[in-house]
């Protein structure tokens, strides 16, 4: 059926082009075939379809916005759409958090961000180095790669790590030593060149490293770090922002405040290439020009944005309700962990995942379920873990769907 795909397009294609499926249509949580047979989506464009498929409000905004010939292009031109997407921004998100950050349009994805996040937190400390962490993914440009814990995402291209200090991320010990002892250790070793680094960047929950979760107080710890030795926090939101763990942002959990961060996927609200860096005001010592890019003011995805800002963010239901139904994942996956030895159930909010100590079976979990018309991924550095990641908005029912799905086919691959 892909035989096509196969003729024309360059073999590097992946995540969910495996699947043997032409797709032509979506709404809501599913996605149609192009016969027509609907598909229930729990990978929601790793985490870009928060807000589901064709949201029907966020698609009358949109056609409401290109019927009135409103602006498409606009670079850093100022447009009614960026400023209602700014002001909404500030008002739904940023102040009733406390939040004091300037909004930085980088470029069209998430890697852009993090480029931007990088350079500017190299710009302000005067400083080189960026510490990083294992299994972690921040994106495919040079500069989030030489940061990305994942040699296979290198691409055999030997991309070099200069200035980029992966260091273990929380649990990478099982508890066997005390928190950030490696990190102290380097850091006052001057022979480890590690002095003074620019920056620490961080997902609180990394989702293609595998579901992994951090604790809140190794990310309070982290903080803490990050100010006695002068280092700035990029939390990178990319994936897990935008309410995917409950709250808004990632890091509420934890009731600590970045520097900077990296945002994009849902925050167009549409499915569609925007990007953000929140930069606390301060420390926005940009230059006019320093950092820029053709596809930056992405008019149609501020109209989505601040939208789904509007429905989604003016009180706490999304966030309430992605908690629940987290919790019922939860509870499956907690059911499947007693059952199944190997079986670890991971992740909080509606980013949850099932790792297997057999690397083969997430995906042939994966396969059984996409049989059994379900869409699930995978994640880890082996790929050994199943990713659950519904949009936050589907119903009680679809949950129960999926998640009965879940068990048949982790059934019908472990017995
Ligand atoms: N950071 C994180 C945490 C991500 O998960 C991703 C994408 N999976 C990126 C950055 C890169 O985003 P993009 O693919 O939009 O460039």
Redesign the pocket.
């Given at each position: 059926m892909n035989d096509i795909f196969s003729a024309l397009e360059s073999e590097v294609r992946s995540y969910s082009r495996t699947w043997p499926t032409t797709f032509d249509r979506a709404q809501g949580s599913y996605l149609y075939s192009e016969d027509g047979k609907p598909y229930l989506d729990f990978f929601a464009g790793?985490?870009?379809l928060n807000y589901g498929h064709n949201n029907p409000a966020l698609k009358r905004k949109l056609l409401e916005y290109i019927e009135r010939d409103g602006v498409t292009h606009g670079l850093d031109q100022a447009t009614v759409a960026k400023r209602e997407f700014l002001e909404t921004l500030d008002e739904k998100l940023l102040k009733p958090r406390g939040l004091d950050y300037k909004v930085q349009f980088p470029g069209?994805?998430?890697?852009?961000?993090?480029e931007s996040a990088l350079k500017l937190a190299r710009k302000i400390t005067g400083r080189e180095s960026i510490i990083s962490f294992t299994n972690?993914?921040?994106?495919?440009?040079l500069g989030?790669l030489s940061v990305t814990g994942n040699s296979m995402k290198r691409g055999g291209a030997g991309i070099p790590l200069v200035h980029a200090t992966p260091m273990p991320y929380d649990n990478y010990f099982d508890g066997q030593f005390p928190d950030f002892l490696y990190f102290e250790r380097l850091l006052a070793d001057s022979g480890s060149g590690l002095n003074e680094p620019a920056a620490v960047i961080v997902?609180t929950l990394?989702?293609?490293g595998g579901i992994n979760s951090s604790r809140p107080e190794w990310l309070r710890g982290l903080r803490e770090l990050c100010d006695k030795h002068g280092m700035l926090l990029i939390v990178?939101?990319?994936?897990?922002g935008c309410g995917r763990t409950g709250p808004f942002f990632s890091f509420e959990q934890a009731g600590i405040t970045p520097d900077i961060v990296?945002l994009?996927?849902s925050i167009g609200g549409y499915g569609s290439?925007l990007?953000i860096t929140l930069i606390k005001s301060e420390l926005d010592v940009w230059e006019p020009g320093e950092h820029n890019g053709t596809f930056r003011g992405n008019n149609p995805a501020f109209v989505t944005a601040s939208e789904a800002l509007r429905l989604y963010w003016s009180d706490d239901e999304l966030e309430k309700g992605t908690l629940a139904k987290g919790e019922r994942v939860g509870k499956v996956l907690s059911d499947i962990e007693d059952k199944y030895e190997g079986a670890v159930s991971k992740g909080r909010g509606l980013a949850r995942g099932l790792g297997f100590e057999d690397v083969e079976v997430a995906g042939k979990i994966s396969k059984a379920a996409f049989e059994r018309q379900l869409i699930l991924e995978t994640a880890g550095p082996k790929d050994e873990v199943v990713k659950i990641m519904p949009p936050l908005t589907l119903s009680d029912e679809e949950l129960d769907q999926g998640l009965h799905i879940i068990t048949e086919s982790v059934q019908s691959v472990l017995g």
């Open positions: 790793a985490g870009a069209p994805t998430g890697t852009n961000s993090v972690a993914f921040h994106g495919m440009t989030s997902e990394q989702g293609e990178d939101d990319v994936q897990m990296c994009s996927k290439p990007a």
